[in-house]
């Protein structure tokens, strides 16, 4: 019997002597390693993540691509609702181009006939400038106040103020130049 007390009294400070070791190395390990550790842990959760929701979407579009070849009616009428966009889009650009046809063609039009109107123009003996105008008709029965006919105005606003003169100096704005100072040049010393 003693020696079965022996080897129950030996037993436990056998397994006290590999906790304690277990305890050192685990502690060591940690206290070398741990953010390292943590960092890691962390690094491998967002993979796992970022993995396992590209997985999800491609078995989604498994089973999406699945389920259209399994109804193929579905894919004629996406077919033919892709056949009547193009279609449509065709009509409308065909329009289009009939419109800028006619267009085309008025302008065409337009030029011949201000062309004829300058030939006629030129064979009266009247202006051959492109602005054939006809003079403006009186409805006035009284006579006319003034012989000289109104200058129209023109449409375009003047570039500068009327007071603006290059010459004078002023008005430049910002920037004015003035001549360089005479004499040597002050450098060095």
């Known amino acids: 019997m003693e020696r079965d007390g022996q080897q129950l009294s030996a037993r436990p400070a056998l397994e006290t002597e590999g906790l304690r070791f277990l305890h050192v190395t685990v502690g060591s390990l940690l206290a070398t390693y741990g953010w390292y550790i943590v960092f890691s ?69 337009q030029k011949r006939r201000q062309k004829i109107e300058m030939w006629d123009s030129m064979q009266e003996g009247k202006s051959y ?16 106040t003034s012989s000289v006919l109104p200058k129209r105005k023109s449409d375009r606003k003047p570039l500068r103020g009327g007071g603006y003169n290059p010459l004078s100096g002023e008005g430049g704005g910002a920037c004015s130049w003035r001549p360089g100072r005479r004499g040597p040049s002050a450098g060095g010393g």
């Open 129 to 144: 400038k492109g602005n054939v105008r006809k003079p403006p008709e009186e409805d006035s029965t009284g006579p006319s």
């Open 41 to 109: 842990c962390i690094l491998l959760y967002v993979v796992f993540q970022k993995v396992s929701t590209r997985l999800r979407a491609l078995r989604q579009r498994q089973l999406d691509r699945a389920a259209a070849a399994v109804e193929p009616d579905v894919v004629v009428k996406r077919q033919e609702a892709l056949a009547a966009a193009r279609l449509k889009m065709q009509e409308e650009l065909n329009a289009q181009v009939e419109k800028h046809k006619e267009k085309l063609r008025q302008l065409e039009e």
